[in-house]
C-alpha cells in the first residue's frame, strides 16, 4: 500500500520567493503533521490537521508559514517570502486518528528538502 | 530545558555486542512513548512503542520509568544495519497532537 508521499523531494529557491509544498497522506487517515528538521537539530512541530481543521498551529514560526488541507487528504505548506533560515527538510506525517495513543503511529513521508539561497 | 533530551552520541558499538541508552522527559504528564529510528537522509520510522511494564521487539528492548522520567532502549547482538539515529519521542494530550522528538542518539555499528 501506499505511504506517506511528499512533493518535491528537493526545492531551491531564492531569499523572498514563495515555495509550495505538498503532502499526501496515507489514504484514510484523518490526522496530518508537519514537521521541520534542520541540519542537527531534532524535529519542530508545525502544524496539526484533523480533517480539513487545524487545531493546533502553535509551531508555526511566523505568519509567512501556512497551511491548508482539502478534502480530509492533500496539505499544502505554504512558505511566503522566504529566508535563509528557512533551509530545512520539511517532512509531513499522517496517522489514522491523531489520539497520540501508542496505537496511532505516525507515518512520515520522505520529506522536502527546501534550500533558501 | 528540551521537553526531551537525549544523549547525541556516537555510541561506537562493535558488531554483536549489546548497547543502551537513555532518554529523560521533563513533563510527568507525558503520556504515549515512542522510539523512532532515522537513517541517514531518510525520514524517521517507529521503531516501536514504549510500554509501561516494558517491552520486547526481537532484538531491541525499551523501559520505562516514570518516577524518574526516562526511557530507555537496548539493543543486543548489534547489526551493522543498527547503524542509524534513535530519536525517543513522547506525547502529552495538553501538547495537543503533536509528537515532541528528542534529538536523537546516534549509534554506529562496526565490524
Known amino acids: 500500500g501506499a505511504g506517506v508521499s511528499q512533493s518535491p523531494s528537493n526545492k531551491v529557491t531564492e531569499k523572498g520567493k514563495d515555495v509550495e509544498l505538498r503532502c499526501d497522506p496515507i489514504s484514510g487517515h484523518t490526522a496530518l503533521y508537519w514537521y521541520r528538521q534542520s541540519l542537527g537539530q531534532g524535529l519542530e512541530f508545525l502544524i496539526y490537521?484533523?480533517?480539513?481543521?487545524?487545531?493546533?498551529k502553535s509551531g508555526l514560526p511566523s505568519d509567512r508559514f501556512s497551511a491548508e488541507r482539502t478534502g480530509g487528504s492533500v496539505s499544502t505548506l505554504t512558505i511566503q517570502r522566504t529566508q535563509q533560515e528557512d533551509s530545512a527538510v520539511y517532512l509531513c506525517a499522517s496517522s489514522s486518528s491523531g489520539t497520540g495513543l501508542t496505537t496511532d503511529t505516525q507515518y512520515f513521508g520522505p520529506g522536502t528538502r527546501l534550500t533558501v539561497l | 530545558r528540551k521537553e526531551v533530551e537525549q544523549d547525541p552520541g556516537p555510541f561506537n558499538v562493535p558488531e554483536g555486542a549489546t548497547v543502551a541508552f537513555n532518554c529523560t522527559y521533563s513533563n510527568s504528564a507525558s503520556q504515549s512513548f515512542f522510539w523512532y529510528r532515522q537513517d541517514c537522509r531518510k525520514e524517521p520510522k517507529l521503531l516501536m512503542s514504549?510500554?509501561?511494564s516494558g517491552n520486547e521487539d526481537g532484538r531491541f528492548t525499551a523501559q520505562l520509568n516514570r518516577a524518574s522520567q526516562y526511557i530507555s532502549l537496548l539493543i543486543r547482538d548489534s547489526k551493522l544495519s543498527d547503524s542509524a539515529t534513535y530519536l525517543c519521542v513522547v506525547w502529552r494530550r495538553a501538547a495537543g497532537n503533536k509528537l515532541t522528538f528528542g534529538g536523537g542518539t546516534r549509534v554506529l555499528v562496526k565490524p
Open positions: 514504549v510500554y509501561s
Open positions: 490537521f484533523q480533517g480539513n481543521s487545524a487545531p493546533d
